[in-house]
């Protein structure tokens, strides 16, 4: 079945430290995104990318770094430089400059950090 | 500027009652996709329903039908005969023909099906 794959489901971290979250499709879609969501918020866009070695900051780039070295593979390293880094954070993917597709994300990677 | 806007944090619906979750959208792009998503407790994205602008008819799945009013710009989900099981958050998304690979979402509303 193709799909998103995220992982793990739950991270725990203490402050200070870097932490990837990762992320990986096999649905051969060129673009691919990571969003933020906070206890009863909507989805604030972190990084995305449209094509292999290209990626775009989105409306929260702060403290997060990312990579696209592979099509299928997109990691989102949050740094110790993000102030607030605990939530839920979601990766999705959709085929590039379609505006008829929808988005399809993966099941979350909940991080919490103390 | 694109921007979606959906006005109701938090519904209430009967079992077995229809259910409109609205939906409103800015954009200046000559051609767009709206979508809704619903997002149960557990945290996935579930895709539930497409509309393109240029679209006749108002596109259905199931029990979701989109009631879309392109000179009102509004892309209302409705949902007939609800279960217990589609209390759930509800995001309405957008993608444009000359912003194609930005998505943008609202801010979502918090369904509750009482039984």
């Known amino acids: 079945d193709g799909g998103i794959t995220q992982s793990p489901k739950y991270l725990f971290r203490k402050e200070g430290q870097n932490v990837t979250l990762s992320c990986e499709q096999n649905?051969?879609?060129?673009?691919m995104y990571w969003y933020r969501q906070d206890p009863g918020q909507g989805l604030r866009l972190i990084y995305y990318?449209?094509?292999?070695?290209?990626?775009q900051k989105g409306d929260i780039a702060e403290g997060y770094s990312v990579s696209r070295e592979k099509k299928e593979s997109f990691p989102l390293t949050v740094t110790s430089a993000q102030k607030n880094p605990t939530a839920f954070y979601l990766c999705a993917s959709s085929p590039r400059g379609t505006y008829n597709s929808p988005l399809h994300f993966g099941n979350g990677t909940r991080l919490t950090v103390t | 500027a694109q921007k979606i806007t959906q006005t109701q944090p938090g519904m209430f619906v009967q079992e077995k009652e229809a259910v409109t979750l609205d939906c409103t959208y800015d954009?200046?792009?000559?051609?767009?996709?709206l979508f809704w998503y619903k997002q149960p407790s557990s945290g996935e994205m579930i895709f539930l329903i497409y509309?393109?602008?240029?679209?006749?008819q108002n596109a259905t799945e199931g029990r979701y039908s989109l009631n879309f009013q392109k000179a009102r710009k509004s892309a209302n989900l409705v949902i007939s005969a609800s279960q217990l099981g589609d209390s759930a958050m509800y995001f309405c998304a957008m993608r444009g023909s000359n912003t194609g690979n930005q998505f943008y979402f609202g801010t979502g509303t918090s369904l509750t099906v009482i039984p």
């Open positions: 649905l051969n879609h060129d673009a």
């Open positions: 954009t200046s792009d000559p051609s767009y996709g």
């Open positions: 509309q393109g602008s240029y679209d006749q």
């Open positions: 990318s449209q094509i292999v070695n290209d990626f």
